[in-house]
């Protein structure tokens, strides 16, 4: 997964050099959703609202398709309560989202990506019992598509996109001791993304 980013990173840098017109979105917003358990009943996750914030490098291929890898820091994670107690996980993701814009009609515009993500740290998560999910428990990296819509009038963007997440993010479907026996969590990141940003123009 790291090396597939390295080589998605390192094109996108490299090809938008062969285009003359290049701008950078600077945009942030909230995140709303959860980490959605599979395969479990002991468990349930709850909601919760945190944000994002992120640059957008974009290259215009033509009037009506635009190419764009967006670099993401995200703060995501769930609340939950259960037999483990009540779990509140504030997960701090950098991500990179590479995709395409296309333009529909007037300042409309569908969006659309894989979203790669990489766990850069866990914090929270402790219960009356003090119990704690490390950062080891979860996997280092996550894998994704993101799609969604974007307005833009006079260079400022709104947006709004929703991940739905492929992977399951707990390491190796960890099996977690408890007082009643082992429990298996399988989990994945789904969340909506609503943004506000500014688009800054380059000739080149």
Do not use: C
């Not at 062969?18 to 909230?30: A, H, K």
């Not at 296309?102 to 219960?127: E, R």
């Not at 709004?160 to 989990?187: E, R």
């Amino acid at each position: 997964m790291k090396r597939l980013l390295f080589a998605v990173v390192f094109t996108v840098i490299t090809i938008s050099f062969g285009f003359s017109q290049i701008s950078m979105l600077m945009e942030g917003g909230i995140n709303y959703g959860k980490t959605t358990l599979l395969k479990t009943e002991e468990l349930t996750t709850e909601s919760i609202l945190k944000y994002y914030m992120s640059a957008t490098p974009k290259f215009k291929i033509s009037k009506w398709l635009t190419a764009q890898g967006e670099f993401q820091y995200s703060l995501e994670g769930y609340e939950s309560d259960g037999i483990l107690g009540h779990l509140e996980h504030n997960m701090h993701y950098i991500r990179f989202i590479p995709g395409l814009a296309v333009h529909i009609i007037g300042p409309l515009n569908l969006i659309g990506g894989m979203n790669f993500g990489y766990l850069a740290l866990v914090d929270g998560g402790k219960d009356r019992n003090r119990f704690t999910f490390s950062r080891e428990f979860y996997r280092q990296t996550d894998l994704g598509i993101l799609a969604g819509f974007n307005i833009e009038v006079a260079k400022i963007n709104l947006v709004i996109k929703y991940n739905f997440g492929l992977v399951s993010i707990s390491n190796n479907a960890n099996t977690v001791q408890y007082f009643m026996g082992p429990l298996k969590i399988y989990a994945k990141n789904r969340f909506l993304q609503v943004g506000l940003g500014y688009r800054f123009d380059f000739n080149i």
